[in-house]
């Protein structure tokens, strides 16, 4: 019996071998959005830096680099001693300033681009949603909307709207959805405590996701697609203004709802 | 119209593979209880690490048996799963093993209730209903998100220490095939066929475009369509059911 640990799909993504030239500031992306999503919680130990080197494919200096900048981040701290090693620390202010730097890592094409794929999987999901999910799932998504609505502080927000578009995934009985989904989770649920600052937006957005719990119901296919894909549509164009950061007068601000 | 000996037939044939999946739990459940009580095992009184350790101890052989046993092809993967301790701490302990492509390895799941990743089977109906009703359960087909990430049943019977119910013990069903053993069993009838749920959703059929984990009818036309059965056998305590289709058109 071999006794290999296997892990969740999240963390194989997150850890997943970078390419060819593995950079640092990769590096510390992805270790970051690890500590945001909780897949490496307050008080874990790293692995040490062999290993982990390894596992990105990266070479030990780079790595070395990374966590020296986490470090100063405050959300790796280094012990010495026989109980020593490398652990994590949840700053509170992690979520806003991690997701407003792999916000400016982002072109507005790549912006766009993610939140138009992020779109297409949410419509595709509660269509197929509408007609397969059980009353279970229903449920289910029905209590992440309100839980979203209701949601205390941005990060909370955000984990009730990837676990509500992941849910709705499932709902629709498809691997490659759900897969998408999840994957989407690391490349784009980091930005999202940026909409969700706003307590009128998380209740707006919850509003919204509870009405797609309720055609999917109901069996409304056509009106479940349109609702979530406009949903996250929003989203992405929020994200891009604030990319864009405060306007000058006179220029185009918030363009509202473009003509469909 | 099938004959009814035929139906017969395949209805205890169809029973006898959901039979080999408890058949295979249980022995894992008398096992595990047993090791328990030897040991003098107080779940209230360890903690999260503590518990989770002695269960992938003990557990670790039951898994290595089941997932290389006689009916083991139609199983992949098993573990033990417990939700106890006092009201105001009450912590989970999950051990799961998994068999890929012929190797079994442990899976480790997220148990971090703050995480995006948290995997609460708390809520699962696999989890909740073995542990509210002492009865065992048979969920699915359903994709299994944060878990296997796939599409699953999972059946599993109550864990129980001290005549109270702790957690359970759980099995994966290997869709691929467990779902062609099942339809070459639906073959043998002379109309087309399908295993539903209890929730009327497909496990197996003959019919081409009734694939495993879609609706008998869809949400849809629940209401409003007569259903394509033409007749119903029940098929083990657990709600499932052998459905004769109408044919098409």
Known sequence: LVTDVLSTLTRDVLFAPLDAEGRTETVVNRLRTAVTLGVLADGNQLPNEVELAAQFNVAPGTLREALAILRDEGI?????????????????????????????????????????????IAGSSAYFAAERASDENVQTLAALADDLGTAPDEATARRHDT?????????????????AAINLQVAYAPVLPLVYEAPQVRKDVGAGLREVAELVRSGAADQARRL????????GRRLLQLRAGPRRPGTRGRTGKVAK | MADQDTTGQVVSSLEAHVQALYDALERAQVGLEQALAADEVDVEQRTSEELTEYLRGAFRPLAAQILSGQSSGHIAGTGALVDAGPAASRQLSMVWWVRRNEVVSEKRHNLNPASDAFYDFRVAPWFSVPQRTGRPALTGPYIDAWGLDDLTITAAVPLTVKGEVVGVVALDVAIPQFVADLSQELQRLDVDAAVVNAEQRIVASTAPELTTGLPLTSRAQAAATQSPATASYPLCGQGWALVLLAPEG
Do not use: C, K, Y
């Open chain 1, 163 to 179: 676990r509500f578009h992941i849910e709705l995934a499932a709902a629709a009985q498809s691997r490659r959805l759900s897969t």
């Open chain 1, 76 to 120: 790796v701290e280094t012990r010495r001693g026989r109980a020593g090693g490398s652990f994590i620390r949840v700053p509170d202010s992690l979520h806003v300033s991690h997701g407003l730097a792999i916000l400016r890592s982002m072109s507005p094409g790549d912006l766009r681009d993610s939140s138009d794929w992020r779109a297409t």
């Open chain 1, 228 to 235: 979530a894909w406009e949903i996250a549509d929003e989203t």
